[in-house]
C-alpha cells in the first residue's frame, strides 16, 4: 500500500468526493425479494442468492478493478476508482480499500470531514505490542472497530479495513517494522488474537471486517536493486512454519479473521498472490479457513507485478495472465494500481485464465463478507447505530493515553528517574526534533486525531517550566547554540531523539541502525555540561551503544510512535506519575549487525558468519528482547508445578477437548509476583522456554506465555498465573511438523531469568500438526 | 454413604488405628524395576505394568472388598476393612473411602490428630451456590484438594474424595439437598467445573482424584416405603439429558473427573450401579470418560442392595451375581457394608459372573488413578510437599469467611438493614437455637475446623452488647420466657431460626417444608413487641409466608450452612461490613407444594395437578430461584447485540474451535452495571433465556449465564461481560438430543427482570449432540 501523506493530500483535494458506502435498501429496492436480504437466512445462502441475480459483465466489473489510481502508486479520488456496483441491483459502488492501522486512518475509502473530521489514533503497533497486555489490545481494536464502523454508517467509509500487518519484523532495517507488534512470532500471534476479536466483535457478525497483511514472508521494502515488488524470499519450511506463519495461522484458523491480504514478494519462487500452495493448500485447506468463505486481497499492485513490467517478478507474460494466475491460485479481490495500463478480467476470462467456477466463487467470497458485515441487513442491524457520538469518547481518549504509557520501555535508570521537578524552582530542558513534534507522533497509517499532545505541550500543561530547543534528525550541519542555551538555563536535560518516519518508512528501509551522527554530537556537547541527561527516544530501534558510556546520560526512555496523546504519556511516566513497565518487542542491535546480516537472507538460524535473527538464535544485543527496568523491583515466588510429564498422559488430557491439538492448554504456571519497592506499578511476567527438547540446533529461548498484572502495591503481592498451550512447548522440525518432543524444558521467568521452572517430558514424540509439503 | 456422626464416633473411639497411605517405595522395594515406577511412562502403560505383576487372587482380593463394615452401615476401625494391597509387592492397604464434601471430613479412610487435628471447613455448597462466584468455588476445590493431599501425604487420609455431590436439588424434601449446589443443572454444571478444576488441580497429574456423585437421579432418601435402597426413579430421556445428567457430563466429559459414583438407586428399571447403557454407552462411550481409563466405585453396600436382600432392589438373585453385573456393566470398585454377607469376588468369579478381562481392566483403572496421583513418583514427585502448613493457612480462613459472605441471600428489607449499632447504648436480643450453635454450622460430611464461630461468638467479638435466649426447633412446648426478657431488654432482635440436620440429613427427608410451628409461636410473640425484628433462616428452605405478614418483622437473610465462620459473615452482613448480594440457588415453595407433588414423580414439566419443578416450570414461589436484595439498587445498560443470527453463520463460526458443538461459544452480551446506591457492593448478574424457540411445552426461562462483580463502587459502573455457549441456548428434544433451534430469544437479566436483550435465530435447526438411545 501506498505511503499515508499522498493519501492525506488527495483526500485534501477533494473533500467533495465521498467515498462511503450506501447501504442497499432492502425494504423498497430490487432486492428486496432476494435473499440477500433476509436476514434470517445464512450468510452463504444469501451471499450465493445475490451472486446468481448477477450477470458475467457485472460480476467482472466488480471483480478486479477495484482502485484507479491516477499516478503509480497514487490513490485517485476519481470515484471511478471504486467497484462500481451494480446500479439495476441498487448495489452502489464500494471501495475494498480502507485502512485503520492504529485509528481510522486517511485513504481513498474514507472520507473526512464534519462530525468525522477526527478519530482516535493510538500508539502505533511497535508500541503497544510492548505493554504485553493483551486485553488492552483487544479493547484497541474494539475501538477502532467501533470508530471505523461510525464512519461507514455515516457513508464516510467502507466495511473491510486492511489491519493488523502482522509480519514478524525480521530485520531492524525494515521500514515498516513499526507497523508491526515486533520480531517475536508467539507475541505477534497473541497481539493478532486480541486485536482481531476486538476489531470484528465476538462473531459471528462482524463489526468490520479485518484483513491480516501480508501474507506472507513480506518484510523488506528495498534493499539495492531488490525491492518488494520483485524479492523472492526463500525460506526452509522449517522457517516458514516456525516464524513467518504463526500470526497467519491465529488470523485465519483461530481467529477466522473476514480477509487476508497476499504479498507483494515471492516465497521460494512462486509470488504470493500467484501461490496456491500458500493461499489453497494452507491457508484454505490446512488452516480451515473457509467456514465463511473468506476472501483474499492483493496488495496493491501486486498482481500487475507477477505480470510482463519493469521492477516485478515477471512471472507471467501478460497481465491478462497475471489476473488469471491470481484468481486461479485463489486471490479474491485485485488492487490494481498502475496507470498507462488497462487491467481488463473480461478479456482475461475469455482468453480461459480463469474459469467460470473461480468467477463465482471470487464473488461469493467479497459478497458473503459485505453480508457478514450486515451490509443487508437494513437500518436495525447489528452495529448500525453506532454513529459520531461513538468516535473519540473519553474511554477512547483514556484508552490510547494508556496504551502508550504502558508500551514505553525503560532501557537505562540510574536513580535519577522519576523526576521530581518543583513547578516553581525547576527549570527542565527539552530538546531535539522530536520534543515538540506533534505531527510525527502517528507514524504510518495515520488519520486526524483530536488533538496531538507532543512533550513540550504536555510538561506545560502539567505546569512545567520548559526551555525548548530544537536539534537534528540526520543533518550534517546544525546550529546548536539555541540547545545549548536552554540547557544552561536548566537544571535537567531531557533530549529528544531517535528516529522518524522520513528515515523509516513504507517503500524506504534503513542501511545503518545507528544513533544519527549529528544527534550524537549534540548529545555529547551535552554531556560534557555536568547536568543530568534523560534520553527519549522515539520511532524504532537504533543502536544506543555510545550512549551507555556517555557521561551524564543517566536514564535512556523508547516510547516508539506513542499516538495522539504520547507527549502526556512520556511526561507521566518520566515525572513518576505512572511507573514504567513496558518490555522490548523487539532486539536492540548492534549497528555492525547490519553487516554480518544480509539483509536479503530469511534463515532465523545462524551459521558460519551469518549471526542468525531475534533474541531466539542472536546473541550479541545492545538490549535483548523483552528487557524494560522498573522504578521499584519485583521478588518472583513460583508455585509448586510438577517435575515431570508423561507425554501419553499429556495427549490423553488433550482428548476431546480441542480439535487443533497444538491448542490444548498445559497446566498453568503460578508465580507470585511482589513488589518490595515504595510505589506502585505494573508488572510483565515473561515466560520463555528453554532446554534439551526436539532437534538441534536449539533456540537461546523462546517466548512461550507471558501476563501483566496491573497496578502491584508496594509491598504486596499479585498472583500470576501464566497460561499457556503445546505450542509453545512444541518445536518445528525441518519438514515442518509441530512436535512435542521428550526432553527437559526450562520456564525463564523474566528478562533477565530472575526465577526458573524445570520439567520434563518423557515417552514417544507426539506429532501435534503435520504439514503439508510443498510441491516438488 | 453414611452419616458423618457415626464415623465421627469409630474416628473417636479407635484413635491409634492410623488409616492413611503409605507411599511404594519405589527406590529399593520389590517395584523399583516394574514401569510402574519409571516417572518418565505414561500413566497408562505404568498402572498397566503393575497390574502386570499381580495374580488373580492378588487383583481379586483389591478389587471388591474396599470397606469392612462391623455393624450395618457403620464403617470400621479394623485395618482390615481396608483394601489390602500386595505384601509381596509392598503395595500397602488402601482405603477407597475418603470425604470431603465441603473441607477434609471424618470418615475411615482419614485419621485425625497431631497436626492434623483440624481442617478448614468451608460452607455447604447449596450456600457457596448461592456465590455465583466461580473462580472463589475453583479456589475453595484448590484448598480443599491441598488440604487432603497434606492429611494423605503425613498418612492420615488416601488420595480419594468422594466429592461434590452434584445431583440436582430436585424436590425441596431431599435430606441431602444442602450437599449439592441447587436445583439448577446449569448450576451444579458450572459450580462442578469450577471445584473440580480446583480440586484435582490443572492436570493432567492430580492433586487428589475427586468423584462426582451420585449417578445418577438420587435425590431421595425415604418417601414411605420407598427408600434410596430400592427407589426406581422413572425418568423420561428429555429429563434425563436436560435436569438430571448435565452435571455429570461436566465432570466426565468435560472436566475429566477422576472418578465417578454409581448410585443406589434404579433409574427406568436398572440399579445405577448395574446399568452397562449409563455406565459404558453414555458416560465411557457417547462422553468419552476414558483418555485416563478413569473409574466408577460403588455407593456403599449399593451392589448389596442388587442382590436379593430385603429392602433392595432384588435385581439378582445372589451377591455373587450382584458383584458379576456390577463389573460387567463398568463400576470397578465397590463399597461393601453389609455385615453377616461375605462378599466373595473370587466365587462370583469362578462362577463366571465376571471375566478375566473385565478384573484386569477394573484393576487397570484404580491402580491407573493412584499412579496419576503421583503415588508411585516417589518422594519428588508432584504434590508431595504438602504437609501440615498448607493446612488452615490465614487465606484458607480468609476464603472460609468470604464464601460464607458471598453466599448470604437478603430475602427481605424494609432498610431496617444494615444495623446502625452503637456498641455503648445498643442491646440486641439475638434468640433461637442458631443463634449460639457453633456445632451446627457445618452440615454433613464434615471434619473439625479449627474455630466455630457462631453469630453470638461473632457479635460479642465485635463489642455489641447481646442477650442471647435458646428457641424452640421442632419441640411442641418450649418456655419462651427467656427469649420474651432478652426481647424486652433489647431494642433490636435477631431471630435463628429454621432448620438443621436433626430434621434433614443423609438417609432422612422432610415430609414438611413448613417454618417449624413452635418457632413461628414465639415470633408471633416477639412480633407484638413493636421492637424490630430481623429473621436469619440456616439450614435449607422452609415456607417464609407466615413472615411475610407478620408485624415488625423488618428483614430476613438466609444463611444456609455458613461454615466455620459463618457467625462473622452473618454479623458481617448484618451490619453493613459487608453487602449481601448472594442469589437463591433454589426455589423456595409453599408449604402446599409437597401435597401437590408427589416426591417420587421425576417429571421437571407440570401436567394436570402436577405443578412442575423448579423455577424453569414451577409458577408459585414464595421466594424464586435467583432472588437476592441488596443494600442499594443498581441499574443495568445493555450494550448493543446483534438481533439476529443465522443458524447456519453460528454454525460455521464453530466450525474447527470446538470437539462437541454444545461448547461453541456465542457471542457474548455486555451489561454495564452502575451502582446507584451510597454504599459498595457485589453484584450477581443473572441472565436467563426464555422465548419461542424448540417445541413445546416451554420453560417460563432457564439459566443461561451468569458472573458476580465485585465490590461496585457508589455511583460508578462496571461492565459485565456475560460469556456462553451453545449448550445454553439449546433444548432437549424428546430423544435426549440437544438442538439448537430458530426461534425467538429473550435475555433477561436479574431477577426479578430488570433489563433484557432479543435477539432471533434463523434457518434450519440443527442437533448439537446426538443422543445414545436407551435399550429397548
Tied chains: 1, 2.
Excluded at 531531557?494 to 548529545?523: H, M, Y
Aim: with cysteine; glycine share 8%.
Amino acid at each position: 500500500m501506498v505511503w499515508s501523506t499522498l493519501a492525506i493530500t488527495f483526500a485534501a483535494l477533494a473533500p467533495s468526493v465521498r467515498a462511503g458506502i450506501t447501504y442497499p435498501d432492502c425494504t423498497n429496492g430490487p432486492l428486496r425479494t432476494n435473499l440477500v436480504c433476509d436476514r434470517t437466512a445464512g450468510s452463504s445462502a444469501r451471499a450465493a442468492a445475490l451472486v446468481a441475480a448477477m450477470n458475467n459483465n457485472e460480476k467482472l466489473a466488480n471483480l478486479i478493478k477495484c482502485v484507479l489510481f491516477t499516478s503509480h502508486l497514487s490513490c485517485s479520488a476519481d470515484p471511478r476508482s471504486n467497484s462500481p456496483g451494480v446500479s439495476r441491483l441498487d448495489l452502489a459502488p464500494y471501495q475494498w480499500w480502507n485502512e485503520a492501522l492504529h485509528g481510522v486512518a486517511h485513504n481513498r475509502g474514507i472520507t473526512w470531514g464534519g462530525q468525522f473530521s477526527a478519530a482516535t489514533q493510538f500508539p502505533q503497533a511497535i508500541t503497544t505490542a510492548a505493554t504485553f497486555d493483551d486485553p488492552l489490545i483487544e479493547q484497541m481494536g474494539t475501538i477502532i472497530g467501533t470508530e471505523a464502523r461510525a464512519f461507514a454508517n455515516a457513508g464516510r467509509a467502507h466495511l473491510d479495513f486492511w489491519t493488523p500487518n502482522v509480519n514478524p519484523f525480521r530485520d531492524p532495517r525494515w521500514g515498516r517494522g513499526h507497523e508491526t507488534p515486533g520480531e517475536d512470532a508467539f507475541r505477534n500471534k497473541k497481539w493478532a488474537e486480541a486485536f482481531i476479536r476486538g476489531m470484528q466483535g465476538p462473531g459471528p457478525s462482524h463489526r468490520v471486517i479485518a484483513t491480516c497483511k501480508h501474507y506472507a514472508g513480506y518484510d523488506l521494502e528495498n534493499s539495492g536493486s531488490t525491492t518488494r515488488f520483485n524479492f523472492n524470499a526463500r525460506i526452509s519450511t522449517q522457517d516458514l512454519v516456525e516464524y513467518y506463519l504463526p500470526p497467519f495461522q491465529q488470523c485465519a484458523r483461530d481467529s477466522k479473521v473476514g480477509s487476508m491480504m497476499c504479498a507483494y514478494n515471492a516465497v521460494n519462487g512462486v509470488p504470493a498472490c500467484a501461490d496456491s500452495y500458500m493461499m489453497d493448500t494452507i491457508l484454505r485447506k490446512h488452516w480451515n479457513w473457509t467456514d465463511q468463505n473468506q476472501y483474499i486481497v492483493s496488495d496493491c499492485d501486486a498482481v500487475y507485478y507477477l505480470g510482463n513490467a519493469n521492477g516485478g517478478h515477471r512471472y507471467k507474460p501478460s497481465y491478462a495472465a497475471a489476473i488469471g494466475a491470481s484468481l486461479q491460485a485463489g486471490c479474491d479481490n485485485m488492487c490494481w494500481a498502475t496507470p498507462g495500463t488497462t487491467p481488463d478480467p473480461t478479456s482475461a476470462f475469455n482468453q480461459r485464465q480463469f474459469d467460470q467456477r473461480t468467477l463465482d466463487k471470487a464473488m461469493l467470497r467479497l459478497m458473503q463478507g459485505l453480508v457478514n458485515t450486515g451490509y443487508f441487513d437494513g437500518p436495525t442491524g447489528q452495529y448500525r447505530n453506532l454513529s459520531a457520538s461513538d468516535v473519540n469518547t473519553q474511554q477512547a481518549r483514556h484508552l490510547a493515553l494508556r496504551a502508550a504509557e504502558e508500551g514505553i520501555v525503560l532501557l537505562k535508570n540510574d536513580g535519577t528517574l522519576p523526576l521530581t521537578i518543583s513547578r516553581s524552582s525547576t527549570q527542565i530542558a527539552m530538546i531535539g526534533f522530536w520534543a515538540n513534534a506533534a505531527d510525527k507522533m502517528l507514524g504510518g497509517y495515520s488519520g486526524t486525531p483530536p488533538f496531538r499532545h507532543d512533550p513540550v505541550t504536555a510538561a506545560r500543561n502539567m505546569g512545567i517550566t520548559v526551555n525548548y530547543a530544537p536539534g537534528p534528525l540526520t543533518q550534517s550541519y546544525f546550529d546548536t547554540n539555541q540547545a545549548i542555551n536552554a540547557a544552561q538555563r536548566s537544571s535537567i536535560i531531557i533530549f529528544f531523539g531517535g528516529i522518524d518516519n522520513t528515515v523509516e518508512k513504507e517503500s524506504q528501509d534503513r542501511t545503518s541502525i545507528a544513533w544519527p551522527a549529528g544527534q550524537l554530537s549534540l548529545l555529547k556537547r551535552l554531556s560534557q555540561m555536568g547536568k543530568p541527561i534523560i534520553v527519549v527516544r522515539m520511532g524504532t530501534h537504533v543502536d544506543d551503544t555510545p550512549l551507555l558510556s556517555m557521561p551524564n546520560v543517566r536514564a535512556i526512555l523508547w516510547a516508539g510512535y506513542p499516538g495522539q496523546d504520547g507527549g502526556t504519556a512520556v511526561m507521566n511516566i518520566l515525572t513518576g506519575r505512572v511507573s514504567p513497565a513496558g518490555r522490548l518487542p523487539v532486539t536492540v542491535y548492534p549497528s555492525s549487525y547490519t553487516n554480518q546480516a544480509p539483509y536479503t537472507n530469511m534463515a532465523l538460524r545462524p551459521s558460519g558468519s551469518y549471526p542468525g535473527r531475534t533474541y531466539r538464535w542472536y546473541n550479541g544485543a545492545v538490549f535483548p528482547f523483552g528487557h524494560g527496568l522498573h522504578y521499584m523491583t519485583f521478588r518472583l515466588d513460583v508455585g509448586e508445578f510438577p517435575t515431570s510429564f508423561a507425554i501419553a498422559d499429556v495427549m490423553n488430557s488433550c482428548r476431546g477437548t480441542v480439535t487443533y491439538l497444538d491448542l490444548c492448554p498445559f497446566p498453568p504456571v503460578s508465580v507470585s509476583v511482589t513488589n518490595t519497592g515504595a510505589r506502585a506499578s505494573d508488572y510483565v511476567l515473561l515466560g520463555f522456554l528453554a532446554g534439551e527438547f526436539g532437534p538441534a540446533p536449539r533456540p537461546i529461548k523462546t517466548l512461550a506465555t507471558y501476563t501483566r498484572l496491573a497496578d502491584v502495591p508496594p509491598g504486596e503481592t499479585k498472583v500470576a498465573k501464566l497460561e499457556w498451550k503445546l505450542e509453545s512447548l512444541a518445536r518445528v522440525d525441518e519438514k515442518g511438523n509441530r512436535v512435542l518432543y521428550p526432553g527437559t524444558y526450562t520456564l525463564l521467568l523474566d528478562q533477565p531469568t530472575m526465577a526458573n521452572v524445570t520439567f520434563r517430558l518423557t515417552g514417544e514424540e507426539v506429532v501435534l500438526d503435520q504439514w503439508p509439503q510443498p510441491p516438488a
